[in-house]
């Protein structure tokens, strides 16, 4: 009576074995990664770069409210290059960071 149970976990066990190495590519698939980054449209043809600007609370124990803005604007000297931005402040808290991405050198 006890082979049967053991018979059944082997035969699992080999069945998933199978699975695991019949289909690879499916266990570790994952999605590609290319972003399109450009948008060319009828009403903004001229136009080459994107703005946001985006508004922020944020309230905890610690710092209590701490309000802030952040911004970024690509394309904004070269076709690729990003230039953002953010500041924030509070009673006890401030901060503000600033960078540039994708900055192509001329030579």
Known sequence: ???KP??????????LLGIC????GQLVAR???QVKSV???VENADRIGETLILPFAISTE???LVLG??????????????????????EDSYGVFAGVWDYRVPF
């Open 1 to 3: 009576m006890h082979k």
């Open 62 to 64: 610690s710092t209590e």
């Open 21 to 24: 190495l019949a289909l690879p």
């Open 39 to 41: 948008v060319d449209r």
């Open 69 to 90: 803005a952040g911004g970024m604007r690509k394309g904004f000297y070269q076709d690729q290059m990003l230039v953002g931005g953010a500041a924030f402040g509070g």
């Open 6 to 15: 053991n018979r059944l976990l082997r035969r699992g066990s080999f069945l």
């Open 31 to 33: 999605p590609t990664t």
